[in-house]
């Protein structure tokens, strides 16, 4: 076949696919079906430039280029599922990229969760599409001299609280009514075990702009569940135990001490995710299921 009728035997095949994607039209399919022996009708929708199984429930990961936020993209688009990833930067991430090549059900986006006009663009772009299970991942643990009493940089304090406090609450009330339109209805926050009065007692002390902005995160999860708790939304805080990231490199968590793999820690959260009702709803629930009382 030459160049020229091989271009255009492409292009009328992507032609019919678009159509049928979009209509369903039993003319096409039956033409279709005629031509190239092609059978069943394809449920799935345009949405930028991924292909939705309008079949398959739809997560979106606000932080989502590396660490746990890649995992759960990972895990959660070879499970099928349509996936919403977005980073500050998706085009530098490699595992997002990667991603994105090997899924058809795979869409990035840029959102930076401290930038109210990222989040409203984004928002606006995805009106409309329900969304399942919305996750909630990015987040800064922050430079430990700057939140270690005696050398406290109150200035350093703002930063950390509009990515780990005011992010997923920006981020949540701009995509609530894609949850709420969805079948699922879940918001997950990761972490919140550092916010809690318990480990006052249990952990050593310091890091305060880390522990303050995550208690600030879990009492404005608990008023988001206890608001939107009648129209079944459900508020999971899952804290995902200690991952190999970033994040916990910066803690400060000493490198021979015990941790879980990012892919480990995404599975086990991911059941806990399956796993929601809405008794748990405004809970911070352990990876392993147990509740944290906090
Ligand atoms: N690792 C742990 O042991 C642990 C324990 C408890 C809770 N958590 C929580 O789990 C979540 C994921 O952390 P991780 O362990 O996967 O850490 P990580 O590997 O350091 O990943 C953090 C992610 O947050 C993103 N991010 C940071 N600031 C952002 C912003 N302003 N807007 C959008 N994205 C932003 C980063 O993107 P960039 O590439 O753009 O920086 C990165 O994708 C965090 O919320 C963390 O608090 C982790």
């Given at each position: 076949m030459d160049f020229f009728a091989g271009s255009r035997l492409r292009i009328f095949l992507r032609y019919v696919g678009r159509v049928m994607r979009r209509s369903c039209s039993p003319v096409v399919i039956v033409l279709a079906l005629a031509i190239f022996g092609i059978s069943g009708c394809a449920t799935t929708t345009e949405v930028g430039q991924a292909n939705f199984d309008t079949t398959a429930p739809t997560v979106f990961i606000a932080?989502?280029?590396?660490?746990l936020g890649l995992e759960f993209a990972r895990q959660y688009a070879a499970r099928g599922w349509n996936v919403i990833a977005t980073a500050r930067r998706p085009e530098a991430s490699e595992g997002l990229q990667a991603l994105v090549t090997e899924h058809p059900n795979v869409v990035l986006d840029i959102m930076d969760v401290t930038k109210q006009a990222d989040v409203e663009r984004v928002a606006a772009r995805f009106s409309g599409q329900p969304i399942d299970v919305l996750i909630n991942s990015a987040g800064i643990w922050g430079d430990l001299q700057a939140q270690t009493f005696g050398t406290?940089?109150?200035?350093?304090?703002q930063w950390i609280y509009e990515v780990n406090a005011l992010g997923p609450l920006r981020v949540t009330e701009a995509l609530i009514e894609n949850v709420k339109a969805s079948e699922q209805k879940k918001v997950i926050t990761l972490g919140g075990g550092m916010g809690t009065r318990r480990t006052v007692e249990q952990a050593p002390g310091g890091h305060y702009w880390y522990r303050m902005s995550r208690a600030a995160n879990l009492i404005s999860m608990a008023i988001v569940q206890r608001e939107n708790k009648k129209q079944g939304i459900i508020i999971g805080i899952i804290s995902p135990g200690k991952v190999d990231t970033r994040m916990l490199a910066d803690s400060g968590w000493p490198a021979h001490f015990k941790k879980l793999s990012a892919k480990d820690s995404a599975g086990y959260v991911i059941e806990q995710i399956a796993q929601l009702t809405p008794e748990k709803g405004g809970e911070l629930i352990n990876y392993d299921g147990n509740v944290i009382g906090w």
């Open positions: 932080g989502s280029s590396r660490g406290l940089d109150y200035d350093a304090y």
